[in-house]
């Protein structure tokens, strides 16, 4: 049961084969099986996904139930949930009840998905291998000892596991691709401003975006026919219809025309990956695309880049936890500067911390030219590059991340290894256009994720592209084998 | 030594639209706190800002208003600081790219000559919240009714030299800005909050000398007050040969005093950086033509009106002016009582002094403007005089009802009859004997002041209501004999 489609868990609900409430109990018996290992969730809402399961199977019969009506899912955990507890992983979100619904799971709840609970990550979504939370690291399930990626790793791990059938995460470096292309799913970062951000607690708002990871590409169709759109209350996203995303999957793909760009195969590629993605490649060329190689000449000043602009709006977007009005505040504090300081220093862990001190620096008076100026004018440069290159060509494909999935620890130490895992994505977040994960093999018996980028506004076309590779491919059915690792 | 004043004003005005700069909450003063909050006023996590249109309409109602140039592409950027009643640890304002930019604005002086003052730029930015610190118990309240309500905050040139000049110029952007109708100019409920920067020179000295800035200086008196005190204290540290020390004063009202509140070396660095939240405001010229057509007549604009169409002084125009409500209080009068001057003098006399004595707004005056025109009508066309109108005006500002009421109930309707008043001229000249022959026997101009005796007791004699303008020439005529 736990190895079906969206697609296919729709008809057998609708054709009564299975229930919703059976569904739903399904996986919550695999959370508790395998959450106690893996640590992909840091809320499990059991009474309450059972109970909306129920619900759904009324409307199912009465013939009111919404396009996803029974489906299990789960969202990462800075989605605000409207009475569940919504922590970013963080100590000083640990206890926060948010009286208000996302978006994004406000639309999921009415497209009739079940919320199975809130998926663990890096800390307000800072990091790169999800062993950066309050709630303690996630394990990858093809093999315990390595890191699932991050920031949405728990996100990744559930769908990966069968401990949920799809889930959201976002995506503001490459949060949803690299932890999809570590544990072997499909993930896709919608344009900028496609999905409402209202309600997602913020790291970099101008880069934050929400999207689907699921086992394939049409599971994330289904997703994002659900939470894409324009919403009045996020001033950035846009007034661009959206369109049905299951519509056009099955377009065939001759004439396409691919753009490999050069940098995502120098220095610093893993072989086995390289591999994996020429291989990809080429079963591309048998669909009928065509190859061309193209240059993002800019690629390199990306991790700069990102890592003023991020941490800028990080030191701005997450001065608000300052121990007032919610959130941890220390305890006794002697005045008001003692308040702020201790609840923030016990409230936020180093990482969090160091990110809001570069944040801070780069915005401040005399820097602030040499840094975030400099660093938006390299975003523009990062931008055309795209723009250029996607005149030339439909799409461009490369790899997600330089390697598979690293061993735990084993970068902790080192924050630039750990910064130049994000090479390959982060210049899609500053440009803001569409980029997808998919499973493309395997190297050191670990996922190997194709990255697939577009031009704005063509999530259908990349889901088209990816549905496509996945029918003549079975890299996305590919499970780990949980008694090994479990 | 001689110095010069210089003077630069920040106004902020608080816009008066509906709902706040970035949320849907009402603005509203005095309501139970943290009532009128969303999740936006409150910053809570994942809240997000959606900019108020109304407020961006009035804010180019305002360039238009002062000559000034709009801001076709206006930026919103986060001013970073932590404060408990700041809920997301930065004030959205805007810093390179303002709304308004450069204008100016002529200001008519007590001694009626103009003076001009530039406009540095005027941006939109929303207010924060309020500290709360008496009942509780050693703690701190914070109230968020306030928070994201959204401000003007109008900038002028350092142009101004002298206290009068400051308030001359606060008074004129209080008139524009009610006027539009943007604000409603309330600066005790802080409507209208003003930080003077203040500086001396030398006369003739080119250089500007260092500033202090008295912040949330809140009536046009204090304003001048503060200002006083605040160029005394400098001159005295100036001419003991001391320096002036970059800073934040508050003005003590009640000390007359002003005080430091933080130095330059105190000063946050707020860094400042364009609101990812929110998109960059882009104006058409269609749009910002079409708000210039909306503007109502301005002060200035009412006033050379005032002259030409009513013969008023150039005083009494820019006094009646001076406020909507009051121009708008003047022309219904006039409309009533049909002569400006008679409506003028009223205005700014009599109906004024009622108000200033029970501090009333002329917009709520008992008395309204038609009613007033009526009795002004009932001069006009002699039924009453001067004298007997202005105890017609406090019955009727004690609400005993119309002017016509009350001249009908209490019976004060002028005596014109001719004939009934040579009677009563008779009866005094006979009654008064003596003063009648010293009159004969006066010189023509001791006459002329000797004519008051007899003209009060005949209106003593008439209740008041004999009608000056007939007993005159018979008085005259009867006395010489």
Not at chain 1, 322 to 351: N, Q
Not at chain 2, 154 to 165: F, L, N, T
Request: net charge negative; glycine share 8%; with cysteine.
């Amino acid at each position: 049961m736990l190895e079906q489609n969206i697609s296919s868990l729709v008809q057998k609900l609708r054709n009564k084969e299975i229930t919703s409430l059976e569904l739903t109990q399904s996986y919550l018996d695999k959370i508790s099986e395998l959450n106690p290992s893996l640590n992909s969730y840091i809320t499990v809402c059991s009474e309450s996904a059972l109970a909306a399961a129920k619900e759904a199977d009324i409307a199912i019969a009465a013939g009111t139930a919404g396009p996803l009506a029974g489906i299990p899912i789960a969202h990462k955990d800075l989605f605000c949930t409207n009475g569940i507890k919504t922590t970013c992983a963080s100590k000083m979100l640990s206890n926060f009840v948010p009286p208000y619904e996302s978006t994004v799971t406000a639309k999921l709840e009415q497209a009739g998905a079940i919320m199975l609970g809130k998926t663990n990550m890096d800390e307000f979504a800072m990091g790169s291998s999800n062993e950066n939370s309050h709630f303690g690291l996630v394990k990858n399930p093809w093999n315990t000892d390595l890191v699932p990626g991050g920031s949405s790793g728990g996100s990744a791990v559930a769908v990966a596991a069968g401990m949920a059938v799809a889930t959201t995460g976002t995506d503001t470096g490459g949060s949803i691709r690299q932890p999809a292309s570590f544990c072997g799913i499909t993930g896709l970062k919608p344009t900028y401003g496609r999905v409402s951000r209202f309600g997602m607690i913020a790291y970099a708002s101008s880069l934050d975006q929400a999207g689907p990871m699921a086992r394939s590409a049409e599971d994330c169709a289904h997703l994002m026919n659900a939470i894409a759109g324009f919403d009045p209350q996020d001033s950035t996203s846009a007034e661009v219809e959206t369109q049905d995303y299951l519509t056009n999957l099955d377009q065939p793909l001759t004439g396409l025309t691919i753009g490999l760009p050069k940098e995502y195969f120098g220095e610093g590629l893993e072989q086995g990956v390289a591999d994996a993605i020429r291989q990809a490649v080429s079963e591309f060329e048998k669909l009928g695309a065509k190859i061309k190689d193209i240059s993002l000449p800019n690629l390199k000043l990306s991790i700069p880049a990102y890592y003023v602009i991020a941490p800028s709006e990080a030191s701005s977007n997450l001065s608000r936890f300052d121990g007032v009005r919610y959130g941890h505040r220390c305890d006794e504090p002697k005045d008001l500067i003692d308040m702020y300081t201790r609840s923030r220093a016990e409230g936020f862990s180093k990482e969090v911390q160091k990110r809001i001190m570069v944040g801070t620096y780069a915005l401040s008076e005399g820097y602030y030219d040499a840094y975030y100026l400099k660093a938006q004018r390299i975003r523009r440069l990062i931008k055309q590059d795209f723009v250029n290159a996607l005149n030339e060509v439909d799409v461009i494909m490369g790899p997600v991340a330089p390697t598979t999935a690293f061993a735990i620890g084993s970068k902790t130490d080192d924050p630039v290894a750990m910064y130049l895992e994000d090479i390959y994505t982060l210049s899609v977040n500053l440009a803001g256009i569409p980029a997808m994960s998919i499973p493309a093999g395997f190297s050191n018996k670990m996922p190997v994720g194709l990255q697939i980028m577009g031009d704005y506004f063509t999530e259908a076309k990349l889901l088209n592209i990816a549905h496509q590779f996945q029918q003549h491919t079975d890299w996305h059915l590919q499970t780990p084998n949980m008694d090994k690792g479990a | 030594m001689s110095w010069e004043i210089v003077i630069g004003l920040e106004i902020h005005a608080q816009l008066s639209t509906k709902s706040k700069l970035f949320s849907g909450a009402a603005v509203g003063f005095g309501a139970e706190a943290n009532t009128q909050t969303t999740l936006v006023d409150l910053g809570m996590p994942g809240a997000l800002p959606v900019f108020n249109k109304e407020a961006l309409r009035m804010a180019v109602m305002f360039g238009h208003a002062v000559n000034a140039e709009i801001g076709m592409t206006s930026v919103f950027a986060r001013k970073n600081y932590f404060y408990p009643d700041l809920p997301k640890g930065y004030q959205t304002s805007q810093m390179d790219d303002p709304i308004v930019g450069i204008g100016h604005l002529d200001v008519t002086l007590e001694d009626g000559t103009t003076k001009r003052v530039g406009i540095t730029r005027a941006h939109l930015e929303e207010d924060a919240g309020k500290s709360l610190h008496e009942d509780f118990h050693g703690m701190s309240g914070i109230d968020l009714n306030r928070s994201s309500t959204p401000l003007l905050e109008i900038v002028s040139e350092p142009d101004i030299r002298s206290a009068k000049e400051a308030v001359a110029y606060v008074k004129m952007i209080h008139s524009i800005v009610t006027y539009l109708g943007i604000c409603d100019g309330n600066m005790a409920e802080g409507s209208m909050r003003c930080d003077v920067n203040i500086s001396l020179r030398p006369k003739g000295q080119e250089e500007f000398g260092t500033r202090t800035e008295i912040k949330n200086v809140n009536s046009f008196r204090f304003i001048e007050k503060a200002i006083h005190t605040e160029v005394e204290r400098q001159a005295d540290i100036l001419e003991d040969g001391g320096k002036i020390t970059q800073e934040t004063r508050l003005y003590d009202p009640e000390k007359d005093e002003t005080r430091s509140m933080r130095s330059k070396e105190d000063a946050n660095d707020y860094r400042y950086f364009p609101c990812p939240d929110l998109l960059p405001v882009v104006l058409t010229q269609e749009y910002v033509d079409q708000i210039k057509e909306t503007l109502p007549e301005l002060p200035t604009q009412k006033a050379a009106r005032f002259i030409s169409d009513y013969s008023l002084s150039e005083y009494d125009a820019g006094v009646l002016s001076s406020s909507r409500p009051m121009a708008d209080y003047f022309e219904t009068v006039t409309q009533t009582a049909n002569d400006a001057k008679l409506s003028a003098n009223w205005v700014m006399g009599e109906l004024s002094k009622l108000l200033n004595q029970n501090q009333i707004e002329i917009a709520n005056s008992p008395v309204d403007a038609k009613n007033l025109g009526q009795l002004l009508a009932r001069i006009k066309d002699n039924t009453i005089n001067g004298k007997t109108a202005k105890d017609i005006l406090l019955d009727m500002w004690n609400g005993e009802g119309s002017a016509d009421e009350i001249i009908d109930k209490k019976g004060l309707k002028q005596v014109t009859d001719t004939a009934a008043i040579e009677t009563m001229i008779n009866d005094i000249i006979a009654a008064n004997s003596a003063q009648v022959e010293q009159f004969r026997a006066a010189e023509p101009d001791k006459q002329k002041k000797m004519m008051g005796f007899f003209m009060g007791q005949i209106m003593k004699a008439s209740q008041g209501k004999a009608n000056p303008g007939i007993v005159t020439p018979i008085l005259m005529k009867l006395l010489k004999g």
